[in-house]
């Protein structure tokens, strides 16, 4: 008479599972190393690039990006983009970037290019049009992003 069994013993049950907690274990650190925090930032500005030159443009008003002095970004408005009195200039919101780690910490950046402000990454007229050319350089020590914004209003990203 035969026997059949059917089912798994339980020493290969163990070594399935164990198996299982090993590429899980890689596949989690993997996508935490994957995580990149000047990236998320940069992607974060390009966003809020495009929305600041859409309420410009929905607002008929000069619409504009600052970097503080503190890393963080401002959203203001005013009449026109040339206007340099900065009491003109009203600070409507604040843009929250994603966190840094300590591990990785994010640093923003304009370079020197003529502006009425040093610290202005975009200002956007009524019609959505870069008043001048910006450009924000976000880096971490994983990589470098540069968002730039073009004289016709578009917004590019591009990294390393």
């Not at 008479?1 to 399935?16: A, D, I, P, Q, Y």
Request: aromatic content about 4%.
């Amino acid at each position: 008479m035969k026997r059949h069994t059917h089912g798994f013993s339980l020493l290969e049950l163990l070594v399935v599972m164990a198996i299982l907690g090993i590429l899980t274990s890689l596949g989690v650190m993997n996508l935490t190393n994957a995580r990149s925090p000047a990236r998320e930032t940069a992607l974060t500005v390009h966003s809020e690039l495009f929305k600041l030159r859409a309420g410009a443009v929905a607002n008929t008003q000069a619409r504009r990006m600052v970097l503080t002095s503190t890393g963080t970004l401002q959203l203001q408005s005013a009449l026109r983009c040339s206007d340099a009195d900065q009491s003109h200039w009203t600070t409507y919101a604040t843009v929250t970037l994603p966190k840094a780690s300590a591990r990785y910490p994010v640093t923003l950046s304009t370079p020197a290019v003529p502006v009425p402000t040093p610290n202005v990454v975009a200002c956007f007229t009524p019609r959505g049009l870069a008043e001048a050319g910006g450009r924000l350089n976000v880096s971490d020590t994983r990589g470098n992003y540069t968002v730039t914004v073009a004289l016709a209003g578009g917004v590019q990203t591009s990294g390393s």
